[in-house]
């Protein structure tokens, strides 16, 4: 299907919010995040296990995925699954945010960003732990 929308590729196939939802079982699985469509039937992977896809299916799922603070890794494992996008007349903008974001180049650096937390409050539980617990 084409679109007369520039930012659609014309080999984008499109889909209506109706057309997911026929997709909501553990079989036929898909997924809308950022407007665009994934089927994640053979994604037996996840780390939160299948029952958290199947919640989602065939649904917009976009604040879900948002709120939980995937990894730029996961983000881009995501792109094999992704199957189309909806009709523009379906489209909501305000879910098109991080998704975008990250993909455009904010994501080889999502990696060690995620390392520095962690190494941050190690060295200061080091710190604290030679200059005020192991004191002469």
């Not at 997911?20 to 089927?39: E, R």
């Not at 996840?46 to 730029?72: N, R």
């Not at 409050?121 to 710190?127: D, H, I, K, R």
Request: glycine fraction near 8%; charged fraction near 25%.
């Amino acid at each position: 299907m084409a679109s007369e929308n520039s930012n659609v590729d014309t080999l984008t196939k499109l889909y209506t919010r109706k057309e997911v939802a026929k997709h909501a079982n553990n079989k036929d699985l898909w997924l809308i995040i950022n407007n665009k469509v994934y089927d994640v039937s053979a994604f037996s992977s996840h780390p939160g296990g299948e029952e958290v896809l199947l919640e989602q299916g065939g649904q917009d799922c976009t604040e879900a995925f948002e709120d939980i603070g995937h990894s730029s890794d996961a983000r881009e494992l995501m792109q094999t699954f992704k199957i189309g996008e909806l009709v523009e007349e379906e489209r909501t903008e305000e879910n098109v945010f991080k998704l975008n974001k990250v993909l455009e180049g904010d994501g080889p650096s999502g990696s060690w960003r995620s390392w520095l937390i962690p190494i941050a409050l190690g060295v200061l539980a080091t710190l604290v732990y030679r200059y005020f617990i192991k004191a002469p």
